[in-house]
């Protein structure tokens, strides 16, 4: 079955940690995507990209640092630096046709303390 | 500019009952309006979408109306069933190279049996 896979589902850190958030998908698809969700926040971008090693920054990039040197794989590393890094972080992908849907992971939740 | 207001945050409703959420733009920009729901531990996943060249979009027993000169658009769910309960986000983008979604901050609704 194509799809996206996020490891862990749950991740628990000390702070002052980096820590780094696994995204593979088989779906041949171009672009690639990291969310972050809080209750009542919706999802806020935090980083993209649409070719491999290329990236750009989202709304709120700042404390995290992503990496895009296969396809394939898209991790995110969430670092010391972001101050409030305890929350629920979705991946997704999109084939190269920007008006075809976005396809999700099923997240990890990160819980720093 | 960006921002996509969603409401209510979240909703009860009666099995068989009409489930409305409502969603508001600014971005005269934006020109796909999609809809995802999401299950608790889950990605969200495409529920329905609409361009601005229509007014109302229906896939069975969910409609999209969309009201371009007011800038909303809402999320109508006809006898609404409890495995309707999740979280459903509105969502919009408009057209260029990234095609970025830009979501409102969700709405939980549960369907009472």
């Known amino acids: 079955d194509g799809g996206i896979t996020q490891s862990p589902k749950y991740l628990f850190r000390k702070e002052g940690q980096n820590v780094t958030l696994s995204c593979e998908q088989n779906l041949n698809h171009d672009a690639m995507y990291w969310y972050r969700q809080d209750p009542g926040q919706g999802l806020r971008l935090i980083y993209y990209s649409q070719i491999v090693n290329d990236f750009q920054k989202g709304d709120i990039a700042e404390g995290y640092s992503v990496s895009r040197e296969k396809k394939e794989s898209f991790p995110l590393t969430v670092t010391s630096a972001q101050k409030n890094p305890t929350a629920f972080y979705l991946c997704?992908?999109?084939?190269?046709?920007?008006?075809?849907?976005?396809?999700f992971g099923n997240g990890t939740r990160l819980t720093v303390t | 500019q960006q921002q996509v207001k969603q409401s209510p945050q979240s909703l009860i409703v009666q099995k068989g009952g009409i489930s409305i959420i409502n969603c508001a733009y600014e971005?005269?920009?934006?020109?796909?309006f999609p809809w995802y729901q999401q299950f608790p531990g889950k990605g969200p996943a495409l529920l329905i979408a609409?361009?601005?060249?229509?007014s109302e979009k229906k896939e069975g027993r969910f409609t999209i109306s969309f009201n371009k000169s007011a800038k909303q658009f809402s999320l109508h769910i006809m006898d609404s069933q409890p495995g309707d309960s999740a979280t459903y986000f509105c969502a919009a983008s408009a057209r260029g190279s990234a095609r970025q979604l830009t979501f409102g901050s969700g709405t939980q609704l549960t369907v009472l049996p």
């Open positions: 609409i361009r601005p060249d229509v």
């Open positions: 971005n005269t920009a934006f020109d796909y």
């Open positions: 997704a992908s999109q084939p190269r046709d920007r008006d075809s849907p976005l396809h």
